[in-house]
């Protein structure tokens, strides 16, 4: 689903552990990180979108956590030439995302990779909030940073009971 400017509509997952650290995972058979994300498919809203996404690549269910938040508007970033591509004749430039704040209020056990045809991780970390933003692609850390500002106070409210 590419919009009239060429970006791809996509839901971003923050999620937390219980000390307040966040999910990383490592790209299949790669050394790049990143937070969960995936596209919207036909007549999805953001919210089943994440909840889809949350299942296909790291195996939580909605009752594995529970939403804190998440960002007011679409986040964008810029694809680089090389990663752009067509879509149903459309090409897409970039992804515009809606990000989501979660916290694990299971198990991490649960966390799996094998709820998909085709698994985008093999490796995951709990990290502190500044993590992310220093081993992000590039292309991303604008949009990782923009995220990170306005979901991270989320849980420094709850840590100071606000």
Same mark, same amino acid.
């Given at each position: 689903m590419?919009?009239? #400017?060429?970006?791809?509509?996509?839901?971003?997952?923050?999620?937390?552990?219980?000390?307040?650290?966040?999910?990383?995972?490592?790209?299949?058979?790669?050394?790049?990180? &990143?937070?969960?994300?995936?596209?919207?498919?036909?007549?999805e809203?953001?919210?089943?979108?994440?909840?889809?996404?949350?299942?296909?690549?790291?195996?939580?269910?909605?009752? $594995?956590?529970?939403?804190?938040?998440?960002?007011?508007?679409?986040?964008?970033? #810029?694809?680089?030439?090389?990663?752009?591509?067509?879509?149903?004749?459309?090409?897409?430039?970039? &992804?515009k995302?809606?990000?989501?704040?979660?916290?694990?209020?299971?198990? $991490?056990?649960?966390?799996?990779?094998?709820?998909?045809?085709?698994?985008?991780?093999?490796?995951? &970390?709990?990290?502190? #909030?500044?993590?992310?933003?220093?081993?992000?692609?590039?292309?991303?850390? $604008?949009?990782?940073?923009?995220?990170?500002?306005?979901?991270?106070?989320?849980?420094?409210?709850?840590?100071?009971?606000?």
């Amino acid at each position: 689903m590419i919009d009239n #400017d060429g970006y791809r509509k996509n839901v971003g997952i923050v999620l937390c552990n219980s000390q307040n650290k966040l999910l990383i995972c490592k790209r299949l058979g790669e050394e790049s990180w &990143q937070f969960p994300q995936g596209g919207f498919e036909e007549n999805e809203n953001a919210e089943s979108a994440m909840f889809r996404e949350l299942f296909e690549e790291i195996g939580l269910k909605k009752n $594995d956590v529970l939403i804190l938040g998440e960002t007011k508007s679409w986040l964008k970033y #810029d694809l680089p030439k090389k990663y752009q591509r067509k879509t149903n004749n459309r090409l897409c430039i970039g &992804q515009k995302q809606k990000w989501f704040l979660l916290r694990l209020i299971t198990d $991490d056990s649960n966390i799996s990779f094998l709820n998909s045809k085709r698994p985008e991780f093999d490796s995951w &970390q709990w990290v502190e #909030d500044k993590k992310p933003i220093e081993i992000v692609i590039n292309f991303k850390r $604008d949009v990782y940073k923009k995220a990170l500002e306005e979901l991270i106070p989320i849980i420094k409210n709850q840590i100071n009971g606000l």
